[in-house]
């Protein structure tokens, strides 16, 4: 069966960050579409789009003379990134259980947690991920519009754009032949469950509080699992 455009491209995005997260690409290696289509066996098109993606995501620097180079970052690029994304995801967390949501976007959240839940206990080893991923990304979009703020929304775009601080960054590094993914993978959607619970119930600091623990856990267990063996990779 043929892929169509959107699965091509989600396969260049997510095969590309993984090269650079494990360390097949590094700092100041010349990236271009031939190199990407030729290593993951696809076409230019999406190739072209996932270094665009990864441009914005700041994996990827533009050269002046065209084309793209892996960028370069520091331990503590790792860990600002998650942590101004998960305080502004704490932030929309907080506004809405005191502002209110909806009830079609708590219903979707709900929603998202469920499949999420389906799709983990159906992980085996060497599992495709992209469902886990399409569902998680869904979660935290429809997380930011629990503010209902276009200013949340437009600051969390200008963050997106920062090394590392895009949903699911490190997801495919952490594949399915780590031994505790699938654990991993429960524990952070318990944490969904938990968040969609306070925010609502109205309780405004425990949906922030656990929102920003979900960004701490995802950094905690990428630093062990993906960021510790590429230290000396992107050390300045």
């Not at 994304?85 to 005191?98: M, P, S, V, Y």
């Not at 929603?111 to 569902?135: F, M, N, Y």
């Not at 594949?175 to 405004?204: C, D, K, W």
Request: net charge neutral.
């Amino acid at each position: 069966m043929r892929e169509n455009g959107q699965s091509q491209t989600l396969k260049a995005i997510l095969g590309l960050r993984s090269m650079i997260l494990n360390g097949a690409l590094k700092p100041g290696e010349r990236v271009s579409e031939l190199l990407v289509a030729d290593r993951l066996g696809i076409s230019r098109t999406p190739a072209a789009r996932a270094l665009v993606q990864l441009r914005e995501e700041g994996l990827l620097e533009s050269l002046p003379s065209r084309g793209f180079v892996v960028a370069s970052f520091s331990n503590l690029d790792f860990f600002d990134a998650v942590q101004l994304r998960g305080t502004l995801e704490a932030l929309a967390a907080r506004l809405g259980a005191e502002r209110g949501v909806p009830f079609a976007i708590i219903s979707q959240m709900q929603h998202c947690t469920e499949q999420l839940d389906l799709v983990t206990d159906a992980l085996e080893p060497g599992s495709d991920l992209s469902e886990h991923i399409r569902w998680n990304d869904q979660f935290h979009d429809l997380l930011l519009q629990c503010a209902q703020s276009t200013i949340i929304k437009r600051s969390l775009e200008r963050i997106k754009s920062l090394p590392f601080a895009a949903t699911n960054t490190f997801t495919k590094s952490l594949t399915s032949q780590y031994p505790n993914i699938r654990f991993q993978l429960m524990l952070a959607n318990e944490q969904h469950h938990s968040i969609v619970e306070a925010i609502q119930n109205r309780e405004g600091a425990r949906a922030a509080a656990l929102t920003l623990e979900h960004a701490c856990s995802a950094w905690k267990h990428a630093r062990s699992t993906v960021l510790e063996p590429l230290y000396s990779y992107f050390r300045p």
